[in-house]
Structure formats: C-alpha cells, structure tokens
T-cell receptor, first 118, second 114 residues
Framework: GAVVSQHPSRVICKSGTSVKIECRSL??????MFWYRQFPKKSLMLMAT?????????EQGVEKDKFLINHASLTLSTLTVTSAHPEDSSFYIC??????????????FGEGSRLTVL | AQSVTQLGSHVSVSEGALVLLRCNYS??????LFWYVQYPNQGLQLLLK??????LVKGINGFEAEFKKSETSFHLTKPSAHMSDAAEYFC????????????FGTGTRLKVLA
C-alpha cells in the first residue's frame, strides 16, 4: 500500500515557539492531504484539508493563523503550530489520498506526531 | 450531514472469543465505510472497507464486516480474538462522490484477556 511518513514523531517545545510537522507521501502523489488532531482517548478531529497548490480549507473552530498548513508539492504538506501553548499539546496525524486508481479515495495515514508544549 | 456512532468505548474479550465492534452511521445516501485500527502512538491502518459490491467485506488479520443498509450498520467481527488485536478501532464514513472528507467514530478500545 501507499506510504505516508510524518516527521518528527515526537517534539517538545517551549511555550511561545513555533513547531513544524512534515507529512510526506513516499511512493505516490497526493493531491489532497488531511490534518487531524487526536486528543487523549478521543477520536480524530479533522483540522483542515490541504490541496496542492492552493490554500487549505479549515474546519469550523480551527484557527488558521494558529495552525498554518502548506501543501507546496504533491508529496509534501506541512503543519506549523505557531506560538504554541500547552493547550496545543496533542497527537497530530496527517493522511493522504490517492487521486485515482483502484485505491482512489482511501486514506493513508502517517505515524503521527506527538507535540508537547511546556 | 453524515455521522458515525460506535457503541461501546471499551470492549473486553477473552483470547479466542468472538470480537464484535459495533458501528452505525447516518447518511442521506449510502456512504463508503471503513474500519481502521490504531496501535499506541501510531497512525491508523486500514482494516477493511466497503465501497460497492458484496456487503460482507473481509479485511486483514482475520477481520470482516458486513454492510447492512436496512440497519445502517457496519459492525466489525473476528471469530477468534488474539492478544495482538488489542488496539483502538475506528469506524469511518466518506461520501461516495465529491470530497474525500472522512467522518470518524469516537473509537472502541479492544482489550483481549488471556
């Protein structure tokens, strides 16, 4: 199956700093990537939909200035948590979808990135 | 609007016993349906999916699920639980056409007892 890689898997930062998380589709081109946030013992909350070459579409209640998403190429999307605060600590997961083919529409998930803001 | 309900946030079964994880969906038209598994501190892995065709879908690791339109259900089963099945399981729906936006259920944590 298609492989999606996230980096870093764990990051600890000080309050007020910014953190960038990368999501790469390793063996396919992903026209659409999704960023999820998962709270402890909770489901995945879709934060935004990222389309290559265009602005991300944010879900209601997600601060676009806080969570900057860039999808500069067909294999890379980045999530930057700006001016991070302890309440931003969470598990962030990206996913990507094949645009065509037999697996069209199936989501492939990255390994997730655990952010801890001190 | 679509929604997914997973009954039971925690399910415990004995090793070798039947696993049944429940998922009901709400959608104006039959959606695509998915089951994903998540191990601690990892992303999600697809177990199986229903798009079209046969309503009984077989997935990896011996899991299967049946799409029942009349009951708007897509329950996940496995005849015999193994210790390695202990994980969090998520049911998800997606519209057939248009956006690839997925809606996930709240998850069911499966515990397998020795």
């Amino acid at each position: 199956g298609a492989v999606v890689s996230q980096h870093p898997s764990r990051v600890i930062c000080k309050s007020g700093t910014s953190v960038k998380i990368e999501c790469r589709s390793l063996d396919f081109q992903a026209t659409t990537m999704f960023w999820y946030r998962q709270f402890p013992k909770k489901s995945l909350m879709l934060m935004a939909t990222s389309n290559e070459g265009s602005k991300a579409t944010y879900e209601q209640g997600v601060e676009k200035d806080k969570f900057l998403i860039n999808h500069a190429s067909l294999t890379l999307s980045t999530l930057t948590v700006t001016s991070a605060h302890p309440e931003d600590s969470s598990f962030y997961i990206c996913s990507a979808t094949l645009s065509t083919g037999q697996q069209g529409g199936e989501l492939f998930f990255g390994e997730g990135s655990r952010l801890t803001v001190l | 609007a679509q929604s997914v309900t997973q009954l039971g946030s925690h399910v415990s079964v004995s090793e070798g016993a039947l696993v049944l994880l429940r998922c009901n969906y709400s959608s104006s038209v039959p959606p695509y349906l998915f089951w994903y598994v998540q191990y601690p501190n990892q992303g999600l892995q697809l177990l199986l999916k229903y798009t079209t065709g046969a309503t009984l879908v077989k997935g990896i690791n011996g899991f299967e699920a049946e799409f029942k339109k009349s009951e708007t259900s897509f329950h996940l089963t496995k005849p015999s639980a193994h210790m390695s099945d202990a994980a969090e399981y998520f049911c998800a729906v997606r519209r057939v056409a248009g956006t690839y936006k997925y809606i996930f259920g709240t998850g069911t944590r499966l515990k397998v007892l020795a």
